[in-house]
């Protein structure tokens, strides 16, 4: 099974270039004048933990949505999937068999599916530039899962899709639930508002145990190994900074109201297995505009101690806002406490989807990648200082670099090879 990369980037331009503008059109026209009443429908692409519950979080917030296909390399999962959902949601799962795919195209059969409205993409997220390209092309709104993108290549790419989904009048909203979680979005606007003065610097962590790893079955090719092992190599997932810990970058950037100018870090690798590529620790200095500078720390290493917060300073107080349910507080100088929030992450990642589907039928798009882009390449500027020990700026990743991490073609029989960075070592590309 081999998928030239060449696919990802042209099938628009060729023989999809009528579909994807009529697509488009039509989208269109149909958000404009769409009833509450009428029943949209999700295509999934990636049929994991977290395809699965967008697909609660939607269903349990919206009316008269249902689930239509699902796509998954693995045919197993989608079948697993759909008798679990079916359990709790009867009649609202409506996936035959002729609407499973298993196969790396499958996510074409949905995107060339006419009665599919929203595709979800929870996939390893090296695949997510090209797919919610794709998906744009074909008139789809889209729900994607962050990070949107592992490397500057897949960045402009999620560029050109924001643009051209603004022009199709089509919505994309993205998994960066903070944004949409009511501690959060309070805290932002206190802090925006003046209540700690002038933000003067912070302190940044998504510090987590160790994660999931899966022994490699004999005699299983390269392709299809890292695919099923996805979390451990970079070209799949970006790393812990990018794939998980890009929640508080994103978070970061919200706070300062756009990307640093500059990262230099280090990190290193003390507990992965000898066949994963990820480190397991990384510190990264990031500089905002203003000479501010956030000090970064993720890290999964097992029996270590978690801690997922920012905490903020400011010319007259303090802010911290903690991952999860944390909850916020607002300090003064003094350190008394003058406001506070609990928080609610469940009910946050619900309201991605209940915007997504209401911007739809309102005729109201949302287009959100190019801020999740952004941060998802700010977290891919700290990864490259640290793997190479050198200070990379915001410029030279946002339009010079050349890195591509993806493959030039997808066949599951195929070698390759792994290694993972060493500073001093791995040039900045």
């Given at each position: 099974m081999t998928t030239p990369r060449r696919t990802f980037l042209t099938r628009a331009s060729t023989a999809s270039a009528a579909l994807a503008m009529t697509s488009a059109a039509q989208a269109s026209a149909e958000s404009k004048s769409s009833s509450p009443m009428e029943t949209i429908r999700l295509g999934l692409v990636g049929a994991g933990g977290r395809g699965g519950g967008a697909v609660i979080n939607s269903l349990s917030v919206n009316e008269n949505v249902i689930l239509h296909t699902i796509a998954d390399v693995d045919g197993e999962k989608t079948s697993r999937l759909v008798s679990g959902l079916s359990r709790r949601f009867d009649d609202r799962i409506d996936v035959p068999e002729s609407r499973q795919h298993a196969d790396l195209d499958g996510y074409q059969k949905i995107l060339n599916d006419p009665a599919v409205d929203i595709v979800l993409f929870a996939t390893p997220p090296g695949f997510r530039p090209r797919h919610i390209l794709e998906a744009v092309q074909a008139g789809k709104h889209v729900f994607a899962e962050k990070p949107v993108c592992v490397d500057p290549a897949g960045y402009h790419i999620c560029?050109?899709?924001?643009?051209?989904?603004?022009?199709?009048?089509?919505?994309?909203?993205?998994?960066?639930?903070?944004?949409?979680?009511?501690?959060?979005?309070?805290?932002m606007s206190r802090i925006h508002a003046g209540d700690i003065g002038d933000i003067v610097s912070a302190t940044?962590?998504?510090?987590?145990?160790?994660?999931?790893?899966?022994?490699?079955?004999?005699?299983?090719?390269?392709?299809?190994?890292?695919?099923?092992?996805?979390?451990?190599?970079i070209w799949l997932s970006g790393d812990q900074i990018t794939e998980q810990a890009v929640h508080n970058i994103d978070v970061m950037n919200w706070l300062m109201g756009g990307p640093p100018k500059t990262a230099f870090g280090s990190g290193g690798r003390f507990t992965r297995p000898d066949d994963s590529e990820m480190w397991d620790?990384?510190?990264?200095?990031?500089?905002?505009?203003?000479?501010?500078?956030?000090?970064?720390?993720?890290?999964?290493?097992?029996?270590?101690?978690?801690?997922?917060?920012?905490?903020?300073?400011?010319?007259?107080?303090?802010?911290?806002?903690?991952?999860?349910?944390?909850?916020?507080?607002?300090r003064d100088a003094s350190g008394n406490q003058i406001w506070s929030m609990d928080g609610n992450i469940g009910a946050a990642y619900e309201q991605e989807h209940k915007d997504l589907v209401t911007a739809i039928r309102n005729g109201r798009p949302i287009v959100e990648l190019k801020q999740t882009a952004d941060s998802s390449l700010t977290a891919v500027m700290g990864r490259l200082a640290a793997y190479t020990g050198q200070r990379v700026d915001w410029d030279f990743v946002s339009k010079s670099s050349k890195l591509d991490l993806f493959p030039k073609s997808l066949d599951l029989a195929e070698k390759r090879s792994s290694s993972f960075a060493i500073p001093g070592q791995t040039k900045l590309v």
């Amino acid at each position: 099974m081999t998928t030239p990369r060449r696919t990802f980037l042209t099938r628009a331009s060729t023989a999809s270039a009528a579909l994807a503008m009529t697509s488009a059109a039509q989208a269109s026209a149909e958000s404009k004048s769409s009833s509450p009443m009428e029943t949209i429908r999700l295509g999934l692409v990636g049929a994991g933990g977290r395809g699965g519950g967008a697909v609660i979080n939607s269903l349990s917030v919206n009316e008269n949505v249902i689930l239509h296909t699902i796509a998954d390399v693995d045919g197993e999962k989608t079948s697993r999937l759909v008798s679990g959902l079916s359990r709790r949601f009867d009649d609202r799962i409506d996936v035959p068999e002729s609407r499973q795919h298993a196969d790396l195209d499958g996510y074409q059969k949905i995107l060339n599916d006419p009665a599919v409205d929203i595709v979800l993409f929870a996939t390893p997220p090296g695949f997510r530039p090209r797919h919610i390209l794709e998906a744009v092309q074909a008139g789809k709104h889209v729900f994607a899962e962050k990070p949107v993108c592992v490397d500057p290549a897949g960045y402009h790419i999620c560029l050109k899709a924001d643009q051209l989904a603004k022009d199709n009048q089509t919505s994309i909203v993205t998994g960066t639930q903070y944004r949409r979680q009511r501690n959060y979005v309070a805290a932002m606007s206190r802090i925006h508002a003046g209540d700690i003065g002038d933000i003067v610097s912070a302190t940044s962590r998504y510090c987590s145990n160790g994660i999931w790893y899966r022994s490699r079955p004999e005699d299983m090719p390269d392709t299809q190994w890292q695919l099923r092992n996805w979390m451990h190599f970079i070209w799949l997932s970006g790393d812990q900074i990018t794939e998980q810990a890009v929640h508080n970058i994103d978070v970061m950037n919200w706070l300062m109201g756009g990307p640093p100018k500059t990262a230099f870090g280090s990190g290193g690798r003390f507990t992965r297995p000898d066949d994963s590529e990820m480190w397991d620790s990384m510190s990264i200095d990031y500089n905002y505009p203003g000479d501010r500078v956030i000090s970064f720390k993720c890290r999964q290493i097992p029996s270590a101690t978690s801690e997922v917060q920012t905490v903020i300073a400011g010319t007259h107080g303090s802010a911290t806002i903690k991952g999860s349910n944390g909850g916020a507080t607002i300090r003064d100088a003094s350190g008394n406490q003058i406001w506070s929030m609990d928080g609610n992450i469940g009910a946050a990642y619900e309201q991605e989807h209940k915007d997504l589907v209401t911007a739809i039928r309102n005729g109201r798009p949302i287009v959100e990648l190019k801020q999740t882009a952004d941060s998802s390449l700010t977290a891919v500027m700290g990864r490259l200082a640290a793997y190479t020990g050198q200070r990379v700026d915001w410029d030279f990743v946002s339009k010079s670099s050349k890195l591509d991490l993806f493959p030039k073609s997808l066949d599951l029989a195929e070698k390759r090879s792994s290694s993972f960075a060493i500073p001093g070592q791995t040039k900045l590309v």
